[in-house]
């Protein structure tokens, strides 16, 4: 075992101690920072991880008090040693922010200049009606006394540090302009504006997909290297941690779990939830061993669907005589084919065409060109994107979908009854008590009590309301199952519950799952195949671990070697494989 | 798990359904409690028009002319001792001779008996069930009173203010009523199909806004016929008065219909297998109601104030009609307001009914969305 | 970019003013019987001699035989030089009686928005950024009163306390001695000393309304994850304020120029009525009540023109403060 490169430890600049962040609410005080302590040093990475809710962001805005009212800090210090900054005059000067009026001029100075923050969506971060250059150069301006001019100068060159391209131009852009990825890297080039000792970067990535994430990530290392700050990353992804972190912070329900270097928190967590936490990662970056072992017991089948030069264009053009705009190709010429018992993964970026893909499968959206066999149980074929009718609803009863959000995909006004029972009662399969025996059968089937049935899908977590989702799917007895994103909108920990679900079922009712992610680590664990998209095109298809392993295409090295490993001994940032075809 | 099994949370909130929650979050809303009760006040008094107000309202005095308001007191003491019953003090009439100008005095002996429930002249409600209780008569039959004060011509006006009601308000819903039918078709038309249209009802609607309503409003009613009985003249002013209102309607029909289609609940429900006119009235339509009931509590006020308007200005209700825009109408001359200002009451009307349906509106709009919070 | 979008924008005006040409005209044709039948009847009524020969000239000027679309041409033709037609009532063009009332009309409206901004714009911040003070609730009452009190009621009651209080009159525009006088400096300033209570009464409903619009969207961008990065910045609040949370709930503000103008010219038929002021609106109803359908329709038309201008104007400005709506 080799111990993890770290950056030699340099002087704590920043020093949180007992802090407690209080919001009132009606029923007494609640405590979303609950005595929380730590310390930044310079050149070093502090990340603090948790689940949502956990109270990290609070956390980081109570340094800089910028809580959203009316939270405040009700004790603890937030040290700041200005003196063993660049900033510091040499003597002594310990400021302890938690102090100062949060309004104030004093601690309106550090903000900005001694520690800046960036933030988690960058395009509502933004103002959207002034330049970037306007608001970079506004902090520059406001912490030093240098003409417009010269703050243009400034801001020019900051964006050439983040690597924006023709910084010159750039600078006189709007945001809504700009790609996600861009007005990160401006967003950070403000942050950097007056040469701040400590960084605080609230889920900096989150927004952002794989292959940006790793982007914005290198570069704040870069910068931090460069110019020696003290980071906090804030950030719920065990792999982010894993790649940036010096030391680590634990958080839950507000209060600390546990704190230590990357080494300790990793190999030798302390906590139950910190190993939980681990552990959920870790289950994920493997293939599943019940789907292995299922498969040497009930080997994969024939086609189900085989998806034949399918296209799919979207007409954006608009305005007198449709100049304006273009045709957007979605879906460029696809093949691909799902055997029976077969679980096959889409990944791809935002913008890949993967989502469009599994909405066509289903006819929500109706394909330009291309065929999408079906082979019915009987043996008939029928093709998915020429049905119409009596033919489609029956191709509808047997391909279902599961949908990401769960809570857009359920009706608010309906009970979770009336939401399971829709597809039976409409389709003619059951009604009356029949309905609801079966309605409390496909309840049961995915671990949710008879008693849910009366209750709206405003009295359930996430994790439920997708298992109320997936009843809903499996009610008509489907071969197919076209899962869009049916795990993303979950923490971590109810992943692999979810998954382990879909696995059940598929052993129970002999199910085939188009399984369409952006999450390599989810792909690996469910998928036997694998497809990767790019732009609309299917670069590469496989067997999930060939191609995780050794992948042929650029485009998914890339994506691979951007994903962050969970282990801190593979960091994977320095031999990164970049693709850049066709941009 | 934790909340299905959780025994400590409130299980009714669980299995509450939408109106419930709206019920809830709406209760919460006092100033909407208030016009609630307010309005359903004011609609109770229109539908009962005939027993709530004391008098006919066309019969005129000439000895009454500009009586001023009496006070009503409940409490009837006399040297024998007091007693529960509500009098008002009597006045005297005087008529200078030369000046011809008439005075109000008080006439300390004489007090006028009340009664509640007594007999009064005889009415039709709703000119339908003939009845004659009233809801506060005089106990001599012979005897006026005039709680609100009398207009030019000595008729009461509480009782023509009570029936002004009726017709203010009931020109409100109905307006509405008609908004409604051409905003939801039009509006749900052009969310619907979108494309061409979407595109031209768009436009429609964009033009309509853009026009200055009561010039408008004012040209449209001053082509109808004076001849018209007073009914007709009653729906063709509520068919212009709604031909403006709709648009706001349609509007709020066709954004909420927009955002709703590509709603995921709604995708699934077509994926389920329900039919269009399933997937638009068992799924989409529960979701848009309370928004448009809402829109439309906000767009009664703007209806009555309109009618007042016109009315005011001669070119809506005539009279014999009465509503709260025809009663203002008296009090145009500036002389008159001077000298009986209480002319002025069914102004207070006005302003008090417009308040309580926008408290009313509003708190509807805030509970019309019940799981927006939750989404946040 | 900008350029072509104010370019496309005024070409858009040009199928609305079509339109509003139409809705004027119909309204001229809605009364029954043509208008040379009641100008007859005027004529006969005043005891006047009825001159067929002109009768006749006026039936082929206004094409009165003939079809909607022929009468609609005649009319439009006339009016794109400057000829309205003829006010029976008044006996001469229409275009010698409208013009002076509308640019009276134009400079209420003008006056009341740059009042209704004047007041609406610093009560709304305080409003919104003082959230349920008691400056707050007092604001929000007045609001509601403001909005729930018709013009003209409020017009009534200011003059019920002129006479009653002061025994003045606040109706007119100018005092006696200005009324028929030309204009010059000194009936400017007399204009001047007059024109603040009609602005007030109709001022007060649409400043209630921009308050309401002005404090909601100010609360809602007041949350925004822009102004949180601003406060990282160690901007001030009340620099931060006014720079981008104030900056982006203008676009509501501007475009209240939209759907207020409709509103005030709406309103100011009423109150100008109440007020007697020598504006569009008395005539106007004059007109209407008198089926002198030229003359009103005259109105009407320029009324309506000045709205849709309104709208026109209120998108522009919009363009202008919002790069995202240029670039659209």
Same mark, same amino acid.
């Given at each position: ?119 988690? *969506? ?185 998806? +034949? ?142 008693? $849910? ?21 499996? $009610? ?38 188009? %399984? ?68 | 798990?934790?909340? /299905? ?18 019920? &809830? ?29 004391? %008098? ?51 006439? *300390? ?184 009931? $809402?829109?439309?509590? #906000? ?49 207070? %009307? ?27 | ?10 070409? &858009?005006?040009?199928? %609305? ?32 001699? /009825? ?12 094409? #009165? ?38 640019? #009276? ?11 209704? &901004? ?68 000194? +009936? ?7 024109? &603040? ?39 001030? *609040? ?49 007109? #209407? ?40």
């Amino acid at each position: 075992m080799e111990p993890v490169a770290a950056a030699e430890p340099g002087p704590a600049v920043l020093e949180v101690k007992g802090l407690v962040t209080e919001f009132p609410t009606r029923h007494g005080p609640f405590r979303a920072v609950d005595d929380v302590s730590f310390e930044l040093r310079a050149g070093q990475t502090l990340c603090v991880v948790g689940e949502s809710g956990s109270g990290k962001s609070v956390t980081a805005r109570s340094i800089l008090q910028i809580v959203d009212t009316p939270g405040r800090i009700t004790a603890g210090e937030v040290l700041l040693h200005r003196h063993r900054t660049s900033r510091g005059s040499g003597e002594e000067e310990t400021i302890d922010l938690a102090r100062l009026e949060p309004r104030g001029q004093a601690i309106r100075a550090i903000r900005g200049r001694d520690i800046a923050m960036i933030f988690q *969506e960058p395009m509502s971060s933004l103002s959207p009606v002034h330049t970037i250059g306007n608001q970079i150069g506004e902090v520059i301006r406001l912490h030093e006394s240098v003409s417009k001019k010269e703050a243009r100068a400034r801001s020019i060159e900051l964006l050439r540090q983040v690597e924006i391209p023709t910084p010159e131009s750039a600078v006189d852009r709007y945001t809504f302009e700009f790609s996600g990825g861009m007005r990160q890297r401006a967003m950070i080039a403000m942050s950097l504006a007056c040469n701040p000792s400590v960084l605080i970067a609230d889920e900096p990535t989150t927004a952002l997909d794989v292959t940006t994430q790793a982007e914005i990530l290198d570069l704040i290392k870069r910068l931090q290297v460069d110019h020696g700050m003290a980071v906090m990353l804030i950030t719920h992804d065990m792999g982010v941690v894993a790649e940036t972190a010096d030391s680590i912070v634990v958080m839950r329900h507000g209060k600390l779990v546990e704190r230590g270097s990357v080494e300790a928190i990793f190999y030798a967590p302390q906590h139950d939830y910190t190993k939980m936490l681990l552990q959920a990662v870790l289950d994920l970056d493997r293939p599943s061993e019940r789907r292995l072992a299922r498969r040497t017991v009930q080997p994969i089948g024939g086609p189900v669907v085989e998806i +034949k030069g399918l296209v799919k264009e979207f007409d954006l053009r608009h305005g007198f005589m449709r100049r304006k705009g273009h045709i957007l190709k979605a879906l460029d010429d696809i093949d691909l084919t799902l055997n029976e018992g077969e679980n096959l993964g889409v990944v791809g970026e935002s913008g890949s065409g993967k989502t469009t893909l599994g909405r066509c499968l289903l006819r929500v959206h109706d394909p330009s060109r291309g065929e999408m066999l079906y082979r019915a149980v009987g043996g008939g074929v029928a093709d998915v994107a020429t049905a119409s009718g009596n033919g489609l609803e029956r191709i509808r009863r047997d391909i279902r979908m599961i949908f990401q959000d769960p809570f857009a995909s359920l009706n608010p006004r309906m009970n979770v009854a009336q939401i399971i029972g829709e597809p039976l009662l409409v389709n003619g399969v059951a009604k009356g008590a029949a309905l609801r025996a079966r309605v409390a059968e496909l309840l049961d089937v995915v671990g949710l009590p008879a008693s $849910a049935m009366e209750r709206y899908p405003h009295a359930f977590s996430g994790g439920q309301r997708q298992r109320i989702g997936i009843a809903r799917a499996i $009610a008509l007895e489907p071969r197919v199952i076209v899962a869009d994103e049916a795990t993303s909108a979950l923490d971590v920990s109810l992943r692999t519950q979810v998954l382990d679900l879909l696995l059940e079922l598929q052993e129970r009712l002999g199910l085939s799952f188009i %399984f369409i992610s952006h999450d390599i680590s989810v792909i690996r664990y469910f998928c036997d195949r694998v497809a990767v998209m790019y732009r609309g095109k299917v670069v590469e298809v496989g067997e999930t671990e060939e191609v995780c392993t050794n992948p042929q295409h650029g485009y998914t090295k890339a994506l691979l070697s951007a994903v962050p490993h969970p282990d801190p001994r593979h960091r994977g940032m320095l031999g990164r494989h970049r693709y850049e075809a066709g941009r | 798990m934790a909340s /299905v099994l959780d025994p400590r949370l409130h299980t009714d909130t669980e299995v509450a359904s939408q109106w419930r929650l709206m019920w &809830w979050s709406f209760r919460r809303h006092t100033l909407a409690m208030v016009g609630l009760v307010i309005v359903l006040l004011l609609y109770l008094i229109g539908f009962f028009a005939e027993f709530v107000a004391p %008098f006919d309202p066309q019969s005129a005095s000439a000895k009454h002319v500009y009586h001023p308001p009496q006070m009503i007191h409940f409490i009837d003491s006399t040297e024998e001792g007091w007693r529960i019953k509500p009098w008002v003090q009597a006045y005297t009439f005087e008529r200078d001779k030369f000046t011809l100008q008439t005075t109000f005095k008080p006439d *300390e002996g004489k007090r006028v008996y009340l009664s509640f429930l007594g007999k009064g002249t005889p009415y039709e409600l709703l000119g339908l069930f003939p009845a004659e209780r009233r809801l506060l008569v005089p106990d001599e039959p012979n005897e006026r009173f005039f709680l609100f004060g009398a207009d030019r011509l000595g008729r009461d006006m509480l009782s023509r203010t009570v029936f002004g009601t009726r017709v203010s308000m009931s020109i409100g819903l109905v307006g509405v009523t008609l908004s409604l039918l051409l905003g939801v078709l039009l509006g749900g038309i052009s969310g619907y199909y979108g494309g061409a249209v979407d595109m031209v009802i768009q436009r429609v609607v964009e033009f309509v806004l853009s026009l200055p309503t009561i010039p408008i409003w004012l040209a449209l009613t001053a082509s109808l016929p004076a001849t018209w009985p007073p009914l007709t003249r009653y729906f063709a002013i509520t068919l212009i008065l709604s031909l403006v209102g709709w648009t706001e309607l349609a509007r709020v029909v066709r954004g909420r219909f927009l955002a709703l289609r590509s709603e995921d609940f709604v995708v699934a429900a077509r994926l389920d297998g329900c039919s269009e006119k399933r997937v638009i009235f068992r799924h989409m339509l529960p979701s848009l109601m309370s928004h448009v009931i $809402a829109s439309v509590t #906000l767009a009664i006020p703007v209806m009555i104030l309109a009618e007042t308007s016109l009315s005011f200005l001669g070119l809506g209700l005539l009279p014999p009609t009465i509503s709260w825009g025809v009663l203002l109408k008296e009090a145009q001359n500036i002389r008159s307001i001077a000298q009986a200002p209480w002319l002025f009451v069914p102004g207070a %009307f006005v302003l008090v009914a417009v308040l309580a349906l926008n408290f009313l509106g509003d708190g509807l709009r805030d509970a019309a969305d019940p799981y927006a919070q939750e989404r946040g | 970019m900008l350029l072509t979008y104010i370019i496309k924008r005024i070409l &858009w005006t040009i199928p %609305f003013l079509f339109a509003v040409s139409i809705v004027a005209f119909a309204l001229i044709q809605a009364p029954p019987g043509d208008y040379l039948t009641t100008f007859a009847a005027t004529l006969a009524q005043s005891g006047d001699m /009825v001159d067929q020969e002109r009768l006749e000239a006026l039936r082929t000027r206004y094409g #009165l035989d003939q079809p909607f679309i022929v009468q609609y041409w005649k009319w439009i033709s006339g009016v794109l030089v400057g000829d309205f037609g003829i006010s029976f009532e008044w006996q001469q063009p229409v275009s010698n009686l409208i013009w002076e009332r509308m640019a #009276l009309s134009l400079c209420l409206a003008v006056s009341t928005l740059l009042f209704t &901004w004047a007041v609406a714009f610093p009560i709304g911040i305080y409003s919104a950024v003082r959230k349920y003070s008691i400056g707050d609730y007092v604001v929000t009452t007045i609001g509601f009163l403001g909005l729930a009190m018709p013009n003209f009621l409020l017009a009534l009651v200011l003059m019920y306390i002129g006479v009653v209080y002061f025994g003045a009159d606040v109706g007119g525009l100018f005092s006696p001695e200005y009324q028929t006088a030309p204009w010059s400096w000194a +009936k400017v300033v007399d204009l001047g000393k007059h024109i &603040w209570i009609p602005v007030v009464i109709l001022g007060t409903s649409s400043s209630a309304a921009l308050i309401r619009i002005m404090r909601a969207n100010l609360l809602d961008e007041l949350n925004k994850p822009y102004v949180t990065t601003a406060r990282a910045k160690g901007l001030s *609040e009340f620099r931060l304020l006014l720079k981008y949370p104030v900056r982006l709930a203008l676009n509501p503000f501007v475009s209240t120029i939209g759907w207020a103008f409709p509103q005030l010219i709406s309103g100011a038929v009423i109150t100008a009525f109440v007020l007697s002021l020598p504006t569009a609106g008395p005539l106007l109803l004059q007109a #209407l009540l008198a089926q002198d359908m030229y003359l009103a329709g005259a109105f009407i038309l320029l009324l309506c023109t000045l709205t849709v201008v309104g709208m026109l104007v209120s998108d522009i400005l919009l363009a202008l403060l919002d790069p995202r709506i240029r670039y659209r």
